[in-house]
């Protein structure tokens, strides 16, 4: 394994890549908050972004799941999005999409014939699979980011699992004939030692978040009249943890509940998740503490943030998780679960707490802690605030990405640069 950290930043390159980025399932235009739009979609807009920044050119390459999406569509200078015809042009769950892959990588091997990218870059593991179809026939350099493993998954949710069966021998096959593997955290490198993808084909790159958008300053949610708020943001579905959240509230009770995330507003109460979460605090006796905002975009969610006084991120199992950045960057205390990239972001004690996950007792005593000495809050978040800051800036991820980038095409002398 060799770990990029954010030191090796430097400004916007002298040489220019085209950079093919391949995210099957997450388009860098999804409204976040549904059950298949969340981290990915941050992750490969922003890294697209931070890219074009260093002088780069890079197209997103997403499934096309509406009648009137453009076939491309511009994010930003520099960043274009391609829309695949692959599949039914409606959206699909990501379970789904496994049988229309070969057709969405014919498509980048007839578009990339004529004029190929430098590098690909998949995300996903159905992306990989698209993307290898490819490059295995125009002789391109894959790099490949899994976002989350089909192994960790398994494990954790049994017969609930959704996935495909093939999924984790396409994910063993994927890490052992891409050109490297970028992990998001150091969990997931030894994850892949133990499906038999050895460690020197990986490199860690952490995922990042925006300092500039998530700041301790600025507009302020308004709280409810109990003296301490808890916020827990993201996805809302059951291994995010949600229900230990509400769990713990009885034992937290000058404490409301803040919970972002899911369908819009209007449509919160068909959403079988939040009813379901909505029973536990009936059940649980803080149904008035808890309060659903459903998904909330934009300035929104800092502001949001900004009114909790403790951020709750108690998932069972995290592949990275960009919300403990998110809060930390808004200058927030976070309790998290001691799981996946979580346990690389959160600075246990310096800028929050890490617990066992699945415990709602743990979790009420450690944030119970927190709320009783408002100065050592004060100094987790501006400790988090620090941390985003040297390490967690899309600046700083790009930067990372692209010397991974830079060492595939040096051990590839015949592959020519286009400039």
């Known amino acids: 394994m060799s770990p990029l950290r954010s030191g090796g930043f430097r400004g916007a390159t002298a040489q220019a890549l085209s950079v093919a980025l391949v995210s099957e399932h997450a388009s860098p235009l999804a409204t976040l908050g549904g059950a298949d739009a969340g981290g990915q979609n941050v992750h490969v807009a922003a890294l697209a972004c931070a890219l074009a920044e260093r002088g780069h050119r890079v197209t997103v390459y997403t499934r096309k799941d509406a009648l009137d999406l453009p076939e491309r569509k511009r994010l930003r200078a520099g960043v274009e999005v391609h829309h695949v015809p692959a599949g039914p042009p409606v959206q699909l769950s990501k379970d789904e999409l496994l049988p229309h892959m070969p057709r969405f990588g014919a498509y980048l091997t007839h578009l990339w014939r004529d004029r190929p990218p430098d ?12 993307s290898l179809q490819a490059v295995r026939e125009l002789r391109l350099p894959l790099v490949h980011t899994y976002h989350a493993l089909g192994s960790v998954k398994r494990r954790h949710q049994g017969r609930a699992d959704t996935s495909p069966p093939a999924r984790i021998g396409c994910e063993r096959e994927l890490g052992l004939h ?43 949610a308004a ?15 059951p291994r995010k943890g949600a229900a230990v959240s509400i769990r713990a509230l009885p034992l937290l009770p000058d404490a409301e509940l803040l919970v972002v995330g899911g ?17 536990i605090a009936e059940e649980a006796g803080v149904a008035d503490r808890v309060r659903f905002t459903g998904g909330l975009c934009g300035p929104d969610v800092a502001a949001a943030l900004r009114s909790a006084d403790v951020v709750l991120c108690p998932a069972d199992y995290e592949p990275f998780g960009i919300v403990p950045l998110e809060a930390m960057a808004c200058g927030r205390a976070v309790v998290a679960s001691a799981v996946g990239g979580q346990l690389d972001t959160v600075s246990d004690p310096l800028t929050g707490r890490l617990v066992p996950p699945g415990d709602p007792g743990a979790l009420a005593t450690t944030v119970a802690a927190l709320l009783a000495d408002p100065a050592l809050r004060a100094a987790c978040g501006a400790a988090g605030r620090q941390r985003v800051l040297g390490h967690y800036s899309w600046a700083h991820v790009a930067a990372a990405t692209e010397t991974v980038y830079r060492s595939v095409l040096a051990a590839r002398p015949a592959a020519a640069v286009v400039v």
Do not use: K, Y
Request: glycine share 8%; net charge positive; hydrophobic share 40%.
């Open 223 to 237: 709280r409810g009249a109990l003296p301490h708020r808890l916020l827990q943001l993201g996805r809302l579905v």
């Open 178 to 220: 891409c050109d490297r593997v970028v992990a998001t955290c150091r969990d997931e490198v030894a994850e892949l030692a133990r499906m038999g993808v050895p460690a020197h084909r990986v490199d860690v790159v952490p995922c990042g978040v925006d300092p500039d958008r998530f700041t301790p300053e600025g507009p302020v």
């Open 119 to 130: 590098l690909v870059h998949s995300h996903f593991w159905m992306s990989g699979l698209a």
């Open 263 to 279: 369908p819009p507003l209007a449509r919160l109460g068909s959403d079988p998740e939040v009813r379901r979460l909505r029973r």
